[in-house]
């Protein structure tokens, strides 16, 4: 298969580690995206991994606590998301490095623009950890974040749903779905697919985001070859 993108940043969100058990981390669950991220890598892609926290711990949902702390919990959660990931690369011969963006080096190295990339082009995985260090920030501006620093040409934001809709089609059968968006078009709407943090930094940087389902997560590799899996936003 041709490829269109050589450089790419996968989102997961934590809730899709938790599989069916919607908490935690089902090693199965992972395992069976390790497998299409291995594949990825294998054609020659070079994947950058962030996951969230979500199957954990989200900051914001913990109103009595006071938010930054509420965040860096958050923060630690994407970090047990990572080296459940790691491990399950390493499983399958997967060369990988956990970069963490808050320093624990016993079990990560700490983030690193220069090595990431080169990690990168030797062909490791490189999964992004502890988001960007920083509260009041989300993973999907960590992805946007990273994308832009080592030069991404496209942003997989992995969905359960495949793709945009103007409206929940969980709620209303009459949902459009959209094919392509522009950036603009998904403030001025906010249509809540990223947050609008994430939304104006890749604007800024002119990175494509391709939002599939990764129920099908073949549409990973078939993303990366430039097909729409689900919806695309650009300029
Ligand atoms: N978080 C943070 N700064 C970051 C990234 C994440 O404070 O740069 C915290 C925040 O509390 C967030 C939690 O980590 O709620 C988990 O991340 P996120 O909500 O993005 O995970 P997802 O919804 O993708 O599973």
Known sequence: MELKYKRVILKLSGEVLAGQKGFGVDYETVEGIAKYIAELSAAGVEVGVVIGGGNFWRGRSNSKMERTTADYMGMMATVMNSLAMSDALKYINVSNRVLSAITMTQLAEPYNRENAV??????????????????????????????????????????????????????????????????????????????????????????????????????????????????????
């Not at 501006?141 to 929940?168: F, N, S, W």
């Not at 709620?171 to 709407?189: F, G, I, R, T, W």
């Open 118 to 235: 080169s990690y990168l082009r030797e062909g490791q995985v490189v999964i992004f950890a502890a988001g960007t260090g920083s509260p009041f920030f989300s993973t999907d501006t960590t992805a946007a974040l990273r994308a832009a620093e080592i030069d991404a040409e496209l942003i997989l934001l992995a969905k359960k749903i495949d793709g945009v809709y103007d409206c929940d089609p969980m709620l209303n059968p009459n949902a459009k779905k959209y094919d392509q968006l522009s950036y603009q078009e998904v403030l001025d709407q906010k249509l809540g697919v990223m947050d609008l943090t994430s939304i104006t930094l890749c604007m800024d940087n002119h990175i494509p985001i391709a939002v599939f389902d990764l129920n099908y997560p073949e549409n990973i590799i078939k993303a990366c070859s430039g097909e729409n899996v689900g919806t695309i936003i650009e300029e």
